[in-house]
């Protein structure tokens, strides 16, 4: 029996694991030798486009661009609190809305762009029209 590739690929073994000039690679072979970076495919075995999860992504980047901007405040009012920037209680109240505040605007602002884009997709579609 002749040794498999480590795709279980019969000519990609038999050719120092290239495929053939000519041959097509099935979904799941390896686009490049093993020693290197595969290469990862933008479209699903069937040729269809992968779908994208819109609301899952986004909340991950408000996520990111959450904690940036949270540790980026906490950096600058540390270095602002040890050079004697905080004189009065009144100074303290601001660092939760300086901290929280924007981060919960873009996720309010986020929700309604979500909810104002859903309002133009069709309830139905259009009935057919036979003449």
Known sequence: MP?????????????G????LGAKA???DAAMPHYSIPRRTLAAPNEEPIAINWR???YRIWILLSVAW??????YLIMFGLQGGFKELGDYL?????????????????LAAGWAFRGFKADA???????
């Open 94 to 110: 601001v660092i939760p809305v300086v901290l929280i505040g924007p981060p919960i605007a873009l996720l309010l602002f986020g």
């Open 17 to 20: 694991g290239h495929l053939p």
């Open 3 to 15: 040794e498999l590739g480590p795709f279980g690929d019969r000519a990609a073994a038999q050719s």
């Open 26 to 28: 099935r979904y799941g």
């Open 125 to 131: 579609p259009p009935p057919n029209e036979a003449s």
């Open 56 to 58: 899952r992504g986004m």
């Open 70 to 75: 949270i540790m980026g405040w906490i950096i």
